[in-house]
């Protein structure tokens, strides 16, 4: 996924997934963690569609 650089300054970050996930699951709606490309840090974001999700993750804790 490719990440604008207004974006990312604008976004919260995370230094880890376990810290931005950590967030996602007290948001009030599906929040999924990814990794900025440009800061490398984790951020969150509320559109899951067409993002790439390693099969792995799927079916997990959810
Ligand atoms: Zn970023």
């Given at each position: 996924m490719r990440t604008r650089p207004g974006i990312c300054n604008r976004k919260k970050r995370f230094a880890t997934r376990d810290e931005a996930e950590q967030a996602a699951a007290c948001a009030p709606f599906t929040l999924r963690a990814y990794r900025c490309e440009l800061c490398r840090n984790f951020h969150l974001t509320s559109?899951?569609?067409?993002m790439k999700i390693p099969r792995r993750e799927l079916g997990g804790n959810a």
């Open positions: 559109r899951t569609k067409g």
